[in-house]
């Protein structure tokens, strides 16, 4: 099993910063992909961005060149640092892990507030 534990979130203003962490403990030689994805009230969760155990990477449309995504292997901690925020940034942020056999782990999330 893997435990994911996100930190980071908070309230911010419109154009400020803000990094999250995802701190991963357990089996964590079984993930292949970790990404993080956000929910806005009322909106389905999306992907926001993914990282793989290689480092390759990949962005929703809405956030390239604003925000970045990187893993700290040593640390078993993936971070994700948004820069640019806008209120439509505003969401709970998730942590997942996707697995080798294709099963997911997710964290408890962090809320973002961005506010204009």
């Known amino acids: 099993q893997v435990q994911l534990v996100e930190s980071g979130g908070g309230l911010v203003q419109s154009g400020g910063s803000l990094r999250l962490s995802c701190a991963a403990s357990?089996?964590?030689?079984?993930?292949?992909?970790m990404n993080w994805y956000r929910q806005a009230l009322g909106k389905q969760r999306e992907l926001v961005a993914g990282?793989?155990?290689?480092?390759?990477?990949n962005y929703a449309d809405s956030v390239k060149g604003r925000f970045t995504i990187s893993r700290d292997n040593a640390k078993n901690t993936m971070y994700l640092k948004m820069n640019s925020l806008t209120p439509d940034d505003s969401a709970v942020y998730y942590c997942?892990?996707?697995?080798?056999?294709?099963?997911?782990?997710w964290g408890q999330g962090t809320l973002v507030t961005v506010s204009s």
């Open positions: 357990g089996s964590i030689f079984m993930i292949n992909v």
């Open positions: 990282i793989t155990r290689g480092g390759s990477t």
């Open positions: 997942n892990a996707r697995f080798l056999l294709g099963t997911d782990a």
